[in-house]
C-alpha cells in the first residue's frame, strides 16, 4: 500500500480514488490508515474473501491481497489476486489503465 500512498497526489490528479480493506481488527487497521493517507476497511473474514473470489489463508487466518480497479459506474475493469508478495498490482501501473481506458473513450 505504500506505493499508492506514496503517489496519491498523482492518483487524485487522474480522478482515481484509492481505498483499501484488511483482515486486521479495527485498531490496528486504523494505526495502518493513519500512515497512508486513504480510508482503510477492517475486519475481512472468510466470507467477505469468499464472495470476492480472494484467497483466505487458513493457516494464519486472513485474506491474501485482492485487488481491484473499478470504473465509476462499478465494472470492474482490472483485478489481481496475490497469494504472496510478489505480482501485485503499482500504484502507476493503475494510472496508465486508467490513461489508457480513457483514451479508448475517446475513440
Do not use: C, H
Amino acid at each position: 500500500m505504500g506505493g499508492f500512498s506514496e503517489l496519491l497526489d498523482d492518483l487524485k490528479a487522474n480522478n482515481i480514488t484509492v481505498v483499501a480493506a484488511s483482515s486486521d481488527p479495527q485498531d490496528k487497521a486504523a494505526e495502518m490508515a493513519g500512515n497512508v493517507g486513504f480510508p482503510v476497511g477492517y475486519g475481512v473474514d472468510k466470507d467477505t474473501a469468499d464472495s470476492l473470489g480472494g484467497f483466505w489463508e487458513p493457516r494464519r487466518n486472513f485474506a491474501q491481497p485482492s485487488e481491484f480497479l473499478v470504473t465509476p459506474s462499478g465494472k470492474i475493469a482490472q483485478v489481481s489476486y496475490s497469494d504472496g508478495p510478489l505480482a501485485r498490482t503499482e500504484a502507476g501501473d493503475v494510472i496508465k489503465v486508467v490513461t489508457f481506458l480513457e483514451s479508448q473513450k475517446k475513440k
